[in-house]
T-cell receptor, first 114, second 115 residues
């Protein structure tokens, strides 16, 4: 079992729709959860982070965390063609000294078509 | 832009050669992490440097090594290159300790091709 699993997609949604991206993780010691967006040929950029159970909203983005189910999701409302990218889910384990060590999923390719 | 710069952006090497990749951190960040991203995969953690010392390492052999300098810039060295080392190498800087440690700011990467 992979430590962080995502559906690789591609996920295709029409412009204006809600895109739902899902991620599960296996390590119950995971403390922090991140969503990175990566455009083709570019490096990942952080778009959301969540540390507590529940929802966290930032503009058109909502991150949802359910630690009991070991599940993280990202909702993108009013999807735009510019949202077309690979979305990477990443988790960080609690404790330890490897502060910058994230475990990434393989990413979900999202395509928003006009 | 994140303020993290990497060089070179692209390079081609042959099997058995050695390579050095460089990274300048974002101002104020004291932690540098290096990741390898193969095509179609998520980034994989290589190692991290904090206060000039390696303090975490992923599942990579010793031929992957690094340095962090007093100005927080960093190098990744790979010896005895293998074909499977072909990948995008990403440097990321962060604030270090605490929850925000996972908020990584990536450079644009160095794409290494091993022939």
């Amino acid at each position: 079992q992979k430590e962080v699993e995502q559906n690789s997609g591609p996920l295709s949604v029409p412009e204006g729709a809600i895109a739902s991206l899902n991620c599960t993780y296996s390590d119950r010691g995971s403390q922090s959860f991140f969503w990175y967006r990566q455009y083709s040929g570019k490096s990942p950029e952080l778009i959301m982070f969540i540390y507590s159970n529940g929802d966290k909203e930032d503009g058109r983005f909502t991150a949802q965390l359910n630690k009991a189910s070991q599940y993280v999701s990202l909702l993108i409302r009013d999807s735009q063609p510019s949202d077309s990218a690979t979305y990477l889910c990443a988790v960080r384990r609690a404790g330890g000294t490897s502060y910058g060590k994230l475990t990434f999923g393989q990413g979900t390719i999202l395509t928003v078509h006009p | 832009e994140t303020g993290v710069t990497q060089s070179p952006t692209h390079l081609i090497k042959t099997r058995g050669q050695q390579v050095t990749l460089r990274c300048s951190s974002q101002s104020g960040h004291n932690t540098v992490s290096w990741y390898q991203q193969a095509l179609g995969q998520g980034p994989q953690f290589i190692f991290q440097y904090y206060r000039e010392e390696e303090n975490g390492r992923g599942n990579f052999p010793p031929r992957f090594s690094g340095l962090q300098f007093p100005n927080y810039s960093s190098e990744l060295n790979v010896n005895a290159l293998e074909l499977d080392d072909s990948a995008l190498y990403l440097c990321a800087s962060s604030f270090g300790q605490g929850k925000r440690a996972g908020e990584l700011f990536f450079g644009e990467g160095s794409r290494l091709t091993v022939l």
